[in-house]
């Protein structure tokens, strides 16, 4: 949650790399093409956290929050699985091939 208004701000100068203003914020949330941003608003971190702070208040930070909350939970349990797998998967190789378990390794 601490770092959701630096991927907020990421997000929003990621979609402008091509020099128009495809990105931009307006208030209410709508993104709209051509309207009222030069391209220089999203030029660095700074400028255009300090324009969607400006044009829609510091909450919009925040915005995306629930869908990237979700991407990481969702990427946590996955990754947890596929380690756990893997481990017993290496503990299983070794003790068929003899060598005792993963002694050394930190798996048990």
């Given at each position: 949650?601490a770092t959701?208004?630096?991927d907020?701000?990421?997000?929003?100068?990621q979609s402008n790399?091509d020099?128009?203003t495809?990105g931009?914020?307006?208030?209410?949330?709508?993104?709209?093409?051509?309207i009222g941003?030069?391209?220089?608003v999203?030029k660095?971190?700074?400028?255009?956290a300090?324009?969607v702070?400006?044009?829609?208040?510091?909450?919009?930070?925040w915005r995306g929050?629930?869908p990237r909350g979700?991407?990481?939970?969702?990427?946590?349990?996955?990754?947890s699985?596929v380690?756990?797998?893997?481990?017993?998967a290496?503990v299983g190789?070794?003790r068929?091939?003899?060598?005792?378990?993963a002694?050394g390794?930190?798996?048990?």
């Amino acid at each position: 949650m601490a770092t959701q208004p630096v991927d907020t701000i990421k997000t929003l100068m990621q979609s402008n790399l091509d020099g128009t203003t495809a990105g931009k914020v307006h208030k209410g949330g709508a993104s709209e093409p051509g309207i009222g941003c030069s391209s220089q608003v999203f030029k660095d971190y700074w400028s255009t956290a300090r324009h969607v702070v400006r044009s829609e208040g510091p909450g919009a930070l925040w915005r995306g929050l629930a869908p990237r909350g979700a991407r990481t939970v969702g990427a946590t349990f996955i990754l947890s699985y596929v380690n756990e797998s893997a481990g017993d998967a290496i503990v299983g190789w070794r003790r068929a091939a003899g060598e005792g378990g993963a002694a050394g390794v930190g798996l048990d």
